[in-house]
């Protein structure tokens, strides 16, 4: 995801919202004048606010590919490096307890973080990759991806055979898509491939409120990825999350020293954990199996 200045420039590009020449130099003299603690609770009310629009995500994701490093993906590199981190962690209890060369699908890859992130944590286990063009040309640019199968494909068509992998797997790809009935179709997709044994792990933020759905993300909440899941026959198996939201646009955007903001941002991971509601996860981690499996 951008930073919180990139993310409202987005906000007005990708809305087709005319940029004003007055708008501008309000902007301006905002960032000038209102230091960034400010900044953060009008972002949140003017993206409350503004209308729920759609647009086109694929093109948004075409020229966000050509954007450097980590950027292209998520928000900037000691920010994302910190999720990066709690991403892992919470990967591998999932990635250990596959089975042997396993075949794992890892849905909307981006430049590839997460499938090389996988293949590192188990040499046994090969990874198909499904991204758009632009995307994908990234992602082969990294190096060890012997182990990995990149894919060109638009995920709300991307299918590759019923019940094929052993971990179907997402993060931060179908709330990307901001049709809702695509997204809908990319997750009956993605569900359709898991193997009779085989776990779908979405760690995406799913949200309703328009915040955090915010572009380029789709309005679609946690609950509606549940009962479409179970819709399917399948069964919810874990449900958490990670990022607290309320640290983010702050932990990525200012200029602290790395150490402090991994500090600050372990701190929000301790909230999350101690509050009653993942309401306070900006990314939600959701695992789902058919009953068929070993819950
Ligand atoms: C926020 S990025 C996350 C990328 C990656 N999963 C990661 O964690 O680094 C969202 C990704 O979804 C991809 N995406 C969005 N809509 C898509 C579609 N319809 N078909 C294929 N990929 C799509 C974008 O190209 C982008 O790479």
Redesign the pocket.
């Known amino acids: 995801?951008q930073s919180f200045e990139d993310n409202l420039q987005h906000r007005c590009e990708i809305t087709d919202v005319q940029s004003s020449e007055f708008r501008d130099r309000f902007k301006a003299w905002l960032k000038s004048k209102l230091p960034l603690p400010l900044r953060i609770p009008l972002g949140i009310a003017l993206a409350t606010l503004r209308p729920y629009r759609t647009y086109d995500?694929?093109a948004y994701?075409q020229q966000?590919?050509s954007w450097s490093g980590?950027r292209?993906?998520?928000w900037n590199e000691p920010y994302a490096c910190l999720v990066r981190e709690r991403?892992r962690e919470i990967l591998q209890p999932f990635v250990q307890a596959l089975p042997r060369e396993a075949r794992v699908l890892?849905i909307?890859?981006?430049?590839g973080?997460?499938a090389r992130m996988l293949t590192e944590m188990r040499r046994d286990i090969a990874v198909d990759a499904?991204?758009?063009p632009?995307?994908i040309q990234r992602a082969k640019e990294y190096p060890n991806n012997h182990r990995i199968n990149y894919m060109v494909?638009?995920?709300?068509e991307?299918c590759a055979g019923e019940s094929v992998y052993d971990l179907v797997f997402?993060?931060?790809?179908y709330c990307?898509?901001r049709d809702i009935s695509?997204l809908r179709r990319?997750l009956e997709l993605g569900l359709a491939m898991a193997g009779d044994r085989g776990i779908v792990l979405l760690m995406d933020p799913f949200h309703r409120w328009k915040y955090l759905a915010h572009p380029?993300r789709a309005r679609f909440g946690v609950n509606d990825v549940i009962s479409l899941a179970q819709d399917y026959g399948f069964h919810l198996t874990h449900r958490h999350g990670f990022i607290f939201w309320p640290f983010r646009d702050w932990l990525a955007e200012s200029d602290m020293e790395q150490a402090r903001r991994r500090q600050y941002f372990l701190i929000g991971e301790r909230l999350i954990a101690l509050l009653p509601t993942d309401f306070w996860a900006d990314y939600k981690v959701l695992a789902f199996r058919r009953p068929t499996g070993d819950v």
Not at 170 to 173: F, P, R, Y
């Open positions: 995801m995500s694929l994701w966000r590919a980590e292209a993906v998520m991403q890892d909307g890859c981006g430049i973080v997460v499904v991204d758009i632009e995307m494909g638009d995920i709300r991307f997402s993060s931060a790809a990307a898509t695509g990319a380029p």
